[in-house]
């Protein structure tokens, strides 16, 4: 390995670890205690050379925030979508979350610091209020498949898909809200997961065609 080489890798270990000890004092002691200081010393760096990474913590906060929904759809968009219609990419959509997401501490930090920064996500893709590229295109893969929902004939035709993500983003956020405001030892990532779980079938139910059987739109259902 060369000097350039090797000099990029420790640049992204040392980034990497910022981020890792940003997500740890969020996590232990809430977003209001993520100060520069703070993080520089978990992360056992200078703040100088802390500085050289990032400008202020709010610019960790929305890498933080950047990272996981540039995961979140690289997962996405590698599931196998051929063949599959709308209750089925909800499905896949939902596995993907769960997988990637199931432990719950990604999402309670990801709450933590869009409560602090007051970012929240507008239900609806295309109104050119998010900054996120990534962020809009998930949320563009879920408006979608709402629409393939409404086309294979199981939700209400006249269903505004933006109304829909706008519903399943505030209920998961009053989720995640309330377990975030308990002790780290109190909270219990599988209960949360089973009650977005449970309340996003909930949803589908309510979104559904009349005369649709709830059997088409169960969530561990197979295409």
Same mark, same amino acid.
């Given at each position: 390995?060369?000097?350039? /080489?090797?000099?990029?890798?420790?640049?992204?270990?040392?980034?990497?670890?910022?981020?890792?000890?940003?997500?740890?004092?969020?996590?232990?002691?809430?977003?209001?205690?993520?100060? $520069?200081?703070?993080?520089?010393?978990?992360?056992?760096?200078?703040?100088?050379?802390?500085?050289?990474?990032? &400008?202020?913590?709010?610019?960790?906060?929305?890498?933080?925030?950047?990272?996981?929904?540039?995961?979140?759809?690289?997962?996405?968009?590698?599931?196998?979508?051929?063949?599959?219609?709308?209750?089925?990419?909800?499905?896949?959509?939902?596995?993907?979350?769960?997988?990637?997401?199931?432990?719950?501490? /990604?999402?309670?930090?990801?709450?933590?610091?869009? +409560?602090? $920064?007051?970012?929240?996500?507008?239900?609806? &893709?295309?109104?050119?209020?998010?900054?996120?590229?990534?962020? +809009?295109?998930?949320?563009?893969?879920?408006?979608? $498949?709402?629409?393939?929902?409404?086309?294979?004939?199981?939700?209400?035709?006249?269903?505004?898909?933006?109304?829909?993500?706008?519903?399943?983003? +505030?209920?998961? +956020?009053?989720?995640?809200?309330?377990?975030?405001?308990?002790?780290?030892?109190?909270?219990?990532?599988?209960?949360?997961?089973?009650?977005?779980?449970?309340?996003?079938?909930?949803?589908?139910?309510?979104?559904?065609?009349?005369?649709?059987?709830?059997?088409?739109?169960?969530?561990?259902?197979? /295409?």
């Amino acid at each position: 390995m060369g000097i350039a /080489e090797r000099k990029e890798r420790e640049k992204n270990e040392r980034r990497n670890a910022i981020l890792s000890s940003a997500r740890e004092i969020i996590l232990l002691n809430g977003v209001e205690h993520a100060s $520069m200081a703070e993080i520089a010393r978990v992360a056992e760096l200078s703040k100088a050379t802390l500085y050289l990474y990032f &400008p202020n913590k709010e610019a960790i906060f929305n890498e933080i925030c950047e990272e996981a929904a540039r995961g979140f759809l690289e997962r996405l968009q590698s599931m196998p979508s051929e063949g599959l219609g709308g209750m089925g990419a909800l499905r896949s959509l939902w596995r993907g979350y769960s997988e990637m997401f199931g432990n719950g501490d /990604e999402m309670l930090v990801i709450f933590q610091v869009r +409560s602090y $920064m007051r970012t929240w996500i507008p239900s609806d &893709p295309r109104a050119g209020e998010i900054k996120s590229p990534h962020v +809009s295109a998930i949320l563009e893969c879920i408006y979608g $498949m709402i629409e393939r929902c409404k086309a294979d004939g199981l939700f209400d035709p006249g269903l505004d898909p933006a109304d829909a993500v706008g519903l399943i983003l +505030s209920t998961f +956020s009053s989720i995640i809200g309330a377990a975030s405001r308990l002790p780290r030892e109190a909270r219990n990532p599988q209960a949360m997961l089973g009650e977005m779980t449970k309340t996003f079938q909930v949803i589908i139910r309510g979104l559904a065609r009349e005369g649709v059987g709830h059997s088409l739109l169960d969530l561990t259902g197979t /295409e």
